[in-house]
């Protein structure tokens, strides 16, 4: 029963270089989303997809671009890594309906230098 | 603009003693709170949450209080447990927001022995 998974882990970019981080969720879920947390700013969101086949922005972002590859997939994009892109990312998704939780991955810690 | 706010950063409390999360938010639009836990390099995991139509919801240790008038809610923790220490995030959705959560900064709780 994993849930939601992200790869990789941790990740160290130059300034100016391009990643993909990757989330996959095994509960069938409708909705995702991506969300950064920094020091003292909790989370907040990059952006989300309501359904396959749908992406909105969220609050913060500039600097990204998201993938809904398939209803299990959702993965987001740097294409020029900033430092101020050093961050935490978690990748969450909830069944479709309002008050739906919100199941969270284990986060990807990304340096960029 | 910090439509959540949770103003103590941190918070230290004696084992068995009662522990008092809060939590003010700006947002009238807002009618679902929710606050979630999280382990350092672990993802937020749900705690506990409540409608705007209600003012208290239990669930064992843990009872979320919300006073709508004031746009304040509180996390109570009765007995706290060393386990308990953690980052707690509260966050709120209106039932427009297509599922977005907007979250506080975390308050940091440390029960000691």
């Known amino acids: 029963n994993a849930g939601v998974t992200q790869t990789p882990k941790f990740q160290v970019l130059k300034t100016g270089q391009s990643m993909t981080l990757q989330c996959a969720q095994d509960m069938n879920h409708n909705s995702m989303y991506w969300y950064r947390q920094d020091p003292g700013m909790g989370l907040r969101l990059i952006y989300y997809?309501?359904?396959?086949?749908?992406?909105d922005k969220g609050e913060v972002p500039n600097g990204y671009n998201v993938s809904r590859l398939n209803k299990r997939e959702f993965s987001l994009r740097l294409e020029s890594a900033a430092p101020s892109q050093t961050s935490v990312y978690f990748c969450a998704s909830s069944a479709p309906g309002f008050g739906e939780t919100q199941y969270f991955g284990p986060g990807t810690r990304l340096l960029v230098l | 603009d910090q439509q959540v706010k949770q103003n103590s950063p941190s918070l230290s409390v004696q084992e068995g003693r009662i522990s008092i999360l809060n939590c003010d938010y700006t947002n009238s639009m807002f009618d679902y709170f929710l606050w979630y836990k999280k382990y350092p390099a672990e993802g937020p995991t749900f705690l506990i949450s409540i409608s705007s139509i209600k003012d208290k919801n239990e669930d064992g240790r843990f009872t979320v209080f919300l006073n709508k008038s004031a746009k304040h809610l509180s996390l109570h923790i009765v007995p706290s447990q060393p386990g308990d220490s953690a980052v707690y995030f509260c966050?709120?959705?209106?039932?427009?927001?297509?599922?977005?959560?907007?979250f506080g900064q975390g308050t940091r709780l440390t029960i000691n022995p």
């Open positions: 966050a709120a959705s209106a039932r427009q927001g297509a599922q977005k959560l907007v």
């Open positions: 997809s309501a359904s396959e086949g749908t992406t």
